[in-house]
């Protein structure tokens, strides 16, 4: 999936970098596992750690190789601001400490500006990830599922201001709701036999 650029700036004179924030979600995720740059996969690998314990991720081989520094943030409420952001446009005052988003997933992306790898400006973005983590009544668990019932449940008792219905939990029939999870994750057999 893609979503809205919510922040974009450069620094550097001339400018050296763009920094950009997509969004991916109005709630905490699971993980974030691949992501594609004008549609193709990107293998990144680690370098470190900013002061948040927030993983550094570059790119090192192929066309993007020296060009990217990508970190992930899973919309944790205790999030903290990016800390190479803050760093990186000090002096500008556009990203600050006070720029958490917290409870909102997203990618911080810098990228090198150059026209000879980039001739048409930004590229597209998109990522393969894997969701909100999802309450289980059958087993009174929270993590991430592909069960649908489970996340129409999430869906129903998520808070209006972060895009659910804000259902209250009395207002959520457990007995149905336990049913219809376990059709979900129900075996059946097809045609052939499989």
């Known amino acids: 999936k893609g979503g809205p650029v919510v922040y974009a700036n450069v620094t550097g004179s ?6 950009i924030i997509i969004v ?3 709630h905490e995720i699971q993980s974030i596992d691949k992501i594609f740059i004008d549609g193709t996969e990107t293998t990144l690998t680690s370098s470190g ?3 948040n314990g927030i ?3 570059v790119v090192n081989s192929g066309d993007y190789s020296g060009q990217y520094r990508i970190k992930y943030h899973l919309g944790t409420d205790s999030q903290a601001a990016d800390a190479d952001l803050v760093s990186d446009t000090s002096g500008t005052g556009d990203w600050t400490t ?3 988003l917290s409870g909102i997933a997203y990618v911080y992306i810098r990228r090198a500006i150059d026209s000879e ?6 590229p597209r973005y998109s990522f393969e990830l894997k969701g909100a983590k999802l309450y289980d009544p059958r087993t009174s668990t929270t993590a991430y599922s592909d ?4 996340a129409l449940g999430h869906y129903l008792a998520l808070q209006r201001e972060r895009g659910g219905v804000g259902s209250a939990t009395s207002e959520i029939n457990d007995t149905a709701w336990q ?4 059709k979900c994750e129900e075996s059946v057999t097809i045609s052939g036999g499989s």
């Not at 001339?14 to 920094?19: A, I, V």
């Not at 069960?147 to 489970?150: G, P, Q, W």
């Open 98 to 100: 006070a720029h958490t």
């Open 117 to 122: 790898v980039f001739p048409g400006g930004s």
């Open 55 to 57: 993983t550094r991720y």
């Open 49 to 51: 750690s900013d002061s």
């Open 24 to 26: 991916l979600a109005g």
């Open 179 to 182: 049913a219809a999870a376990n």
């Open 147 to 150: 069960n649908s019932a489970l």
């Open 14 to 19: 001339p400018p050296d970098y763009e920094h």
